[in-house]
């Protein structure tokens, strides 16, 4: 009997001898060579030693992979033709050049051999992919000679073939959402099947509601949840927990929102006297319904917020309470979780303390409606809606300006971030974009808002309370370099001897105010933040100028909300610090962390909606002429904003011939005619193309 080659031992023991030098090819063979030599099976081994990571191949040769030497890294995301790792340990990100990617799937637990890549960033290339994870994606349906195929909208450039199991109606166009039944070494040569079809990739509610499913996001909630939800309002309950409340439906309290808000979960009271202001912010008392590790909690925590995009909303809570029992709905009793604020007459906090409450709102206010009465246009309609509550707006606007000037005084910086409004029409077609307009309601609840957080983090803080903070850190120092370089190309003076303070950005912000470089100042200073999260440690607001901060006024919408109203209702039904921190603490970190995950992807998921719109709105618009300013530079060329706030590429071989030079963040230069481009310059454009599936939006100059 011939015994079997073990041609993996044998390259092994070859590679391991030569140690960090390659061994080619020929070498190995030569080595590897026996009486019975099954140089296919031979070939088949290397071949599965590299797919497992074992051994690298490189146009030196084949060396031996040293386990400890891999990172450990999760696959972030991807795009058509790279994708990004994150570091297990060190939350570090990893560019990985699509060939190197193995097939590797966002989710994926994988180890990646890294190498300095240009500049700061690290490459690396997958070795072995450890855990599958995700195995769902979207793309379009692609026609390519007779048959149609999925173009994944990340993954790879490529067409991939599909089975279509559940015959699910399809036409060439539009957007699916596939499962991966088989991996392939690359993206290209995964095998999937279709899951669902949203309908034409052409119409961005389809697109949104991809998005959505790959997020999984969903606004329809488990039939246990809903089941829950209406067995916990029960609205007689109102009136038998009355009596262990403080009453206060004798206040004159009211909401303001917009329009067609269905979920009202703050009110305000405010009255002025001899020592200052006596501020009432209610919010719903959530937390009385929610109870901890119910059905309707794990729902909560496992979305961690609302989700708003274009003229919808994926709630965190069902609507049975989110726009019921928890809805401070005009003239009903509802329970609720309020802050008394006592402040001077410079609007500086004297005293605080919250109260489980009983109150009824008087009116539904609409910030459109109260901006025109505090414009003093007031008709006799609106002189009737707001009767029993319009003596109190004296006192608001009056506590409003003091607060709103020792935000400046504190020196906040005064950031502009460009909203865009989408008009959707009944078809479910966005119509028309338009920028987002404060006016002076909306600053006033802001501000009010601002206060009774402050007081919740001090509540957290004073009373040693296991706690969740809204935390935004210092500038690292990387960020405040190139904030000081772009600074200098825009020759924008500036005063920061070492630490920069938010009053050094405020004094930026301000005197660029009048100039047509704001909008770039601005965006230079938005990029130079740290991004605001979610700790159990009260590390302090930076750009709030706070020391305290925490989230209190919306837990019908965010988890963090929600769970510090928990911890502090326990607290004022008489548990101590000790017994709050032995039953919380686990809970908050876990809180914190999760917050902030489910709060980034919900703001990303939400962009990547509203571009869709966008480009399905700007897509009746090809062929048309506007005026935008440049917004940023690449080296594939320059992205300009429009008043309506869509954003649209011009790519460098629509900018005219010449060779170009990027300078790495503010301009983009033809060399041949010296034309330059630069943020902050107008520009005239005419709209090339919009594609409503990737969101993406072409220009080229008018």
């Known amino acids: 009997v011939t015994m079997k080659t073990d041609y993996r031992k044998l390259i092994y023991t070859k590679l391991k001898k030569s140690g960090k030098k390659p061994v080619k090819f020929k070498e190995l063979l030569k080595y590897c060579r026996s009486k019975n030599f099954d140089f296919d099976k031979f070939v088949k081994v290397i071949e599965k030693m590299k797919a497992k990571g074992e051994i690298i191949e490189s146009n030196r040769g ?3 992979v040293d386990r400890k030497e891999l990172t450990k890294a999760t696959i972030a995301r991807l795009n058509k033709t790279y994708g990004f790792a994150t570091n297990d340990d060190t939350g570090e990100e990893i560019f990985i050049v699509g060939k190197y990617l193995r097939g590797a799937m966002p989710g994926d637990k994988v180890l990646v051999r890294t190498f300095k890549g240009e500049g700061n960033c690290i490459e690396g290339e997958v070795m072995q992919i450890t855990e599958e994870n995700f195995s769902r994606f979207t793309g379009q349906i692609v026609n390519e000679f007779g048959v149609l195929k999925i173009i994944p909208d990340t993954l790879s450039k490529y067409a991939i073939d599909f089975e279509n199991p559940e015959g699910i109606e399809l036409y060439e166009g539009d957007k699916v959402m596939a499962e991966i039944t088989y991996r392939g070494e690359k993206h290209s040569q995964h095998r999937c099947e279709i899951v669902s079809s949203f309908g034409s990739s052409l119409k961005a509610s389809a697109c949104a509601m991809s998005v959505l499913e790959v997020n999984n996001l969903s606004p329809i909630f488990p039939p246990e949840v809903i089941y829950e939800a209406k067995q916990v309002s029960d609205y007689s309950k109102i009136k038998t927990e009355a009596p262990n409340r403080l ?10 929102d917009g329009a067609d808000t269905k979920d009202i979960d703050d009110a305000i009271s405010v009255e002025k006297n001899e020592k200052g202001f006596e501020l009432g912010v209610h919010i719903a008392d959530v937390s009385y319904y929610v109870t901890p590790k119910s059905a309707l909690d794990n729902e909560a925590f496992h979305r961690g917020t609302s989700v708003y995009y274009a003229s919808r909303v994926i709630p965190m809570l069902p609507k049975e309470l989110s726009n019921g029992i928890c809805s401070l709905n005009p003239q009903e009793d509802r329970l609720a979780f309020s802050a008394l604020i006592s402040l001077d007459n410079n609007g500086h906090i ?6 489980k409450t009983l109150i009824r709102s008087r009116v539904k206010g609409v910030y459109a409606e109260i901006n025109r009465i505090l414009r003093g246009e007031i008709t006799d309609e609106l002189q009737e809606k707001y009767a029993e509550v319009m003596a109190t707006f004296p006192a608001m606007t009056e506590l409003a300006d003091v607060l709103y000037k020792n935000k400046e005084n504190r020196g906040a910086p005064q950031l502009e971030s460009v909203e865009s409004k989408l008009i959707i029409s009944n078809e479910d077609i966005c119509v028309d974009v338009v920028p987002r307009t404060r006016g002076r309601s909306e600053e006033i609840i802001e501000d009010f808002m601002l ?16 706690f969740v903070y809204r935390i935004h850190e210092y500038p690292s120092d990387e960020k405040i370099q190139e904030l000081k370089e772009g600074l200098v190309k825009l020759n924008i003076p500036y005063n920061t001897n070492g630490n920069l303070k938010p009053q050094d950005l405020k004094e930026i912000l301000e005197k660029a105010k009048d100039s047509s470089k704001f909008m770039v100042v601005n965006n230079l200073v938005l990029r130079s933040m740290s991004k605001a999260r979610y700790s159990p440690e009260p590390v302090g607001h930076f750009g709030l100028v706070l020391d305290d901060y925490a989230h209190f006024t919306s837990p019908i919408r965010r988890y963090p909300d929600l769970t510090i109203h928990r911890i502090m209702s326990a607290f004022l039904d008489g548990a101590t610090a000790e017994e709050c921190n032995t039953k919380f603490q686990k809970f908050v970190h876990a809180s914190a962390d999760q917050s902030t995950n489910t709060e980034l992807v919900a703001m990303n998921v939400e962009r990547e909606c509203e571009d869709c719109y966008k480009a399905e709105y700007m897509r009746s618009h090809i062929g048309e002429e506007y005026d935008g300013i440049i917004s940023s530079a690449t080296d594939f060329g320059v992205f300009v904003l429009l008043e309506n706030t869509c954003e649209g590429l011009i790519r460098i071989e629509d900018l005219g011939d010449g060779e170009y030079y990027y300078d790495g963040s503010m301009s983009l230069k033809n060399l041949n005619t010296g034309k330059e481009y630069t943020l902050g310059d107008s520009i005239r454009i005419k709209v090339l193309d919009a594609n409503v599936n990737s969101g993406k939006i072409d220009f080229q100059i008018a």
């Open 350 to 355: 004297i005293d605080y303390k919250f109260a």
């Open 451 to 466: 206060v009774a957080n402050e007081c919740a983090a001090r509540f957290g803080i004073e009373n040693n309370l296991p």
């Open 62 to 64: 084949f060396t031996l």
């Open 247 to 256: 009453d206060l439906r004798d206040k004159i309290i009211f909401t303001i």
